[in-house]
């Protein structure tokens, strides 16, 4: 039997979650890079996650910060990817 994985999209309000540590973001981009649902936007020299609701909560953003400038906290539809089967 094959089983079918699909993402499923929290569509829950997303609070803010994810937020950047301003002092300490580097304007690197490696969030936006990584981030598949383009949820991370270029403001002045930093770079914020202006598309929240687009999140489905990888964690790959705050895994490639290298410097510790992403504040990732607990979201409202709990941690982790959101895989459904069938
Ligand atoms: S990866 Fe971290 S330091 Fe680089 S732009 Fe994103 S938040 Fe800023
Ligand atoms: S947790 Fe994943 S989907 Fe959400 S902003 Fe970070 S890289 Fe993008």
């Given at each position: 039997m094959q089983i079918?994985?699909?993402f499923r999209y929290y569509d829950g309000d997303p609070g803010?979650?994810?937020k950047v540590?301003?002092?300490k973001c580097t304007g690197c981009g490696q969030c936006a890079k990584?981030?598949?649902t383009r949820v991370w936007e270029k403001v002045?020299?930093?770079y914020k996650p202006i598309n929240l609701s687009n999140c489905v909560e990888c964690g790959a953003c705050w895994n490639v910060?290298?410097?510790d400038a992403i504040d990732f906290g607990?979201?409202?539809g709990g941690t982790g990817v959101?895989?459904?089967y069938g």
């Amino acid at each position: 039997m094959q089983i079918e994985m699909k993402f499923r999209y929290y569509d829950g309000d997303p609070g803010e979650f994810i937020k950047v540590i301003e002092d300490k973001c580097t304007g690197c981009g490696q969030c936006a890079k990584f981030c598949t649902t383009r949820v991370w936007e270029k403001v002045g020299k930093i770079y914020k996650p202006i598309n929240l609701s687009n999140c489905v909560e990888c964690g790959a953003c705050w895994n490639v910060c290298m410097a510790d400038a992403i504040d990732f906290g607990e979201p409202h539809g709990g941690t982790g990817v959101k895989f459904s089967y069938g």
